[in-house]
């Protein structure tokens, strides 16, 4: 069987199943990937790409000036995890400082 896998991070997820594939034998496996200087591996042909544009330094700028893990990202996911548990196993929420 010919089987193409595109993974930007080589093998990623696809480790174990790559080999079991490979084990199996008479497969053609190819490997798409951006990862460049990957050592060979017997029975997978591995092809590198280069990503297509590239972000501006002040892409995410205005992220991480906003950002804020305390008092904005952790009691929100901490209300919602409350949300799912009994009362008395809930998550006590930070002091705001």
Same mark, same amino acid.
């Given at each position: 069987?010919?089987?193409?896998?595109? /993974?930007?991070?080589?093998?990623?997820?696809?480790?174990?199943?790559?080999?079991?594939?490979?084990?199996?034998?008479?497969?053609?496996?190819?490997?798409?990937?951006?990862?460049? *200087?990957?050592? &060979?591996?017997?029975?997978?042909?591995?092809?590198?790409?280069?990503?297509? /544009?590239?972000?501006?330094? *002040?892409?995410?700028?205005?992220?991480?000036?906003?950002?804020?893990?305390?008092?904005?990202?952790?009691?929100?996911?901490?209300?919602?995890?409350?949300?799912?548990? &009994? =009362?008395? =196993?809930?998550?006590?929420?930070?002091?705001? =400082?």
């Amino acid at each position: 069987m010919k089987i193409l896998m595109v /993974h930007q991070n080589y093998p990623g997820q696809y480790r174990e199943i790559l080999s079991w594939l490979i084990a199996q034998g008479g497969h053609e496996i190819v490997f798409l990937t951006q990862r460049q *200087g990957i050592a &060979p591996r017997d029975g997978v042909k591995i092809v590198s790409y280069p990503t297509h /544009h590239r972000p501006s330094e *002040g892409a995410y700028a205005h992220v991480v000036k906003s950002y804020d893990f305390e008092k904005v990202c952790l009691p929100q996911h901490l209300r919602q995890i409350n949300a799912l548990v &009994p =009362k008395a =196993k809930a998550i006590a929420l930070p002091k705001s =400082k």
